[in-house]
């Protein structure tokens, strides 16, 4: 499974614990010990996903994969600018609330328009947007949490 990768194990838990960090909430709930996040993030009942500070995607649990309708290397390394229309108006929308939740830290119930691999389109409802530092504070990436979507 990909979340068993020492990459993707560490990535998970760098999710988790930025969401900690910004939200002041658990991003899983229960006790969980830290060799179990990785799984228990994989296997969440929410859609999380997280891109590096190039916009990369480096992560996505099997509710993101499957939401987007692409396998873990399709999904892994693809620009995250996929995961919206390619239209001036809703890229500059996605960006704009990428560079807020930079400078505020995190944004909480956010909505907006996303498509699939294929092009179906989809709202998400809800959704927190947070930024991901390293230990002193740089801008390493961003990720996403929701549980709930509507197709269009």
């Known amino acids: 499974q990909p979340y068993e990768a020492t ?7 760098t999710i988790c614990g930025s969401y900690k960090d910004r939200t002041g909430e658990k991003l899983l709930d229960g006790t969980i010990l830290v060799q179990e996040a990785a799984k228990a993030l994989w296997n969440a009942p929410f859609v999380c ?20 309708r692409l396998s873990w290397d ?3 390394g693809l620009p995250s600018t996929k995961s919206a229309e390619d239209d001036e108006s809703v890229q500059s929308e996605r960006r704009e609330l990428l560079d807020r939740a930079a400078k505020d830290g995190y944004i909480k119930d ?10 179906r389109k989809f709202k998400i409802n809800g959704a927190t947007v947070w930024t991901i530092t390293d230990k002193d504070g740089k801008k390493t990436g961003q990720a996403v949490r929701f549980d709930t979507f509507s197709w269009l």
């Open 7 to 13: 990459a993707t194990v560490m990535q998970s838990l």
């Open 49 to 68: 996903a997280s891109h590096d500070a190039s916009d990369v995607f480096n992560y996505g649990n099997k509710a993101a994969l499957s939401l987007w």
């Open 74 to 76: 399709e999904f892994v």
């Open 110 to 119: 956010y909505s907006g328009i996303r498509q699939t691999s294929d092009g």
